[in-house]
């Protein structure tokens, strides 16, 4: 039985405190010798690692000790002393500013010295930018360099004579010549310029779609990133955009982003997306986010020539009262979204289907902009007689092309010199491309978000029929 089992275990031979007899447990006294060396061993070890576990503090306090003990500068020690503690504080502190100011300060001498002036004589005479080696006069000069988390920026005093133009046409060169994945020139002011090199890819990482905001403005919606980190904003109100690149280039993440920062003014009626998708490929998944869808050459005429038509009704109506465009319920901003353009204007078999689309694309290109008509179009091919409107979208964005004379093509006269390299984009990449900024003719990198299809469903769930207060 248990009971017994456990009484016969239970000692009925160990005397109880009851009977008188108190237990201790033995005491073996260490001799003192070995504690003692125990001791010893402890503090060796401590200084022997202290070097290794704390390098600069260890070194700071034994220049601290050596210019007081061998120079007798007792004011020299107490200040480095100070210092020493004053960024122990910083760094228990503010570990994280500590780091990147003391890292980054360190990284840009070190890339200043061992980088940056070691080779900049050879690589600006080399690739054109000075003029010989005797003539070190004549070598535009740096001024200082600094280190982002992402990038070195070089700061460059030009020699009079020279402009801002001859480095911008030379940044291939300059990216080579100083191991960088690419350089951007960057124009300071009179004679003064930046250079700025990458010193990694920070594009590299795919973007998950951005969450949808309730305040929309249509002149600067979040569809991605730039090489720097910030947000890339693009223009829809008062202006067309055309997208280019090969397939599988990421065109549809950069429409899917632009009509996902739009759906909040879509489903406050401020706003319309009227989609066309000839191949069927990209827009039919969030169909019935579109006030208008068409998928094939006749709809997709009859879509355009119906946009036409408002947009001249909305014009009569402005003429000689009104010069811009304010979105409202009335007269909400209507984007017409056209993936794969050429379809309809270059390989559509019907003649009169070509004629009539182009005419379309022509007359809201080229009127729609003042009264809230914009049209975002997609593009595989951008050479001329494939896409005679081109030069009708004011803003174009760059994903990977297949050849380098495309580039100028789409980002205009130029770009190419200026670093804009669409046509050696990485086709693991998709997404990545080259836009210009408004102000400045310098192309910057960028990266739209992804817009995976599980996301364009929750949209058509979220702003679908019954929230899209548009006609259908
Ligand atoms: N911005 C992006 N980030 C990451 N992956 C992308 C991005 N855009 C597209 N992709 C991937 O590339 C594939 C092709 O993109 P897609 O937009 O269909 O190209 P295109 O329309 O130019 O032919 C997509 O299926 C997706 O897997
Ligand atoms: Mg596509």
Not at 146 to 174: H, I, K, N
Not at 391 to 417: T, W, Y
Request: net charge positive; glycine share 6%; with cysteine.
């Amino acid at each position: 039985m248990p009971s017994k089992v456990g009484s016969a275990q239970t000692s009925p031979t160990l005397p109880s405190p009851a009977q008188g007899v108190r237990w201790t447990t033995p005491i073996v006294e260490t001799p003192g010798i070995v504690v003692l060396a125990s001791w010893v061993w402890r503090l060796v070890r401590f200084l022997v690692t202290l070097p290794f576990r704390f390098p600069v503090m260890v070194a700071s306090a034994a220049v601290s000790a050596a210019s007081w003990y061998w120079f007798g500068w007792l004011g020299l020690a107490v200040l480095w002393a100070t210092a020493t503690v004053a960024s122990l504080v910083w760094w228990r502190v503010w570990p994280d500013s500590f780091r990147q100011w003391v890292t980054l300060r360190t990284l840009a001498w070190w890339r200043h010295v061992f980088v940056y002036r070691r080779h900049w004589q050879p690589v600006l005479v080399i690739s054109g930018l000075a003029e010989s080696y005797q003539e070190r006069r004549y070598l535009p000069r740096i001024r200082r360099v600094s280190c982002t988390s992402w990038a070195d920026r070089v700061r460059v005093t030009l020699v009079a004579g020279t402009s801002p133009a001859d480095f911008e046409t030379r940044v291939a060169e300059l990216a080579h010549g100083f191991g960088a994945p690419s350089c951007r020139v960057v124009v300071e002011g009179p004679r003064k310029i930046t250079l700025e090199f990458p010193r990694h890819d920070t594009l590299s990482e795919p973007l998950h779609a951005f969450p949808m905001t309730h305040h929309v403005d249509l002149s600067a919606l979040p569809v991605g990133v730039t090489e720097d980190g910030s947000e890339w904003r693009l223009r829809l109100h008062g202006t067309h955009v055309l997208v280019a690149g090969v397939t599988g280039s990421g065109k549809g993440s950069v429409i899917w982003s632009a009509i996902r920062a739009t759906l909040p003014a879509v489903a406050e009626g401020t706003a319309q997306v009227w989609a066309i998708d000839p191949k069927r490929m990209e827009l039919s998944y969030g169909r019935s986010l579109f006030a208008q869808y068409a998928d094939d050459g006749e709809s997709a005429v009859a879509v355009l020539e119906l946009a036409v038509s408002q947009m001249q009704d909305r014009a009569r109506r402005y003429a000689g009262r009104q010069r811009s465009h304010t979105p409202t319920k009335q007269d909400p901003f209507v984007l017409v979204v056209l993936d794969e353009v050429a379809f309809l204007t270059a390989y559509h078999p019907d003649r009169d289907v070509r004629r009539r689309a182009e005419n379309a694309i022509a007359t809201l290109t080229s009127q729609g902009r003042s009264v809230g008509f914009s049209v975002l179009a997609a593009l595989q091919d951008p050479r001329k007689e494939v896409m005679n409107l081109r030069n009708l979208f004011p803003d174009k964005v760059a994903l990977r092309l297949d050849e380098a004379s495309q580039v100028d093509m789409i980002l205009g006269e130029g770009a190419r010199d200026r670093g804009a390299n669409a046509h050696l984009i990485d086709p693991g990449l998709p997404g990545v491309g080259y836009v210009r900024m408004e102000g400045s003719p310098a192309p910057v990198r960028v990266r739209a978000a992804y817009v995976a299809d599980e996301d364009i469903t929750a949209m058509a769930d979220g702003y679908g029929p019954s929230e899209n207060g548009a006609d259908r």
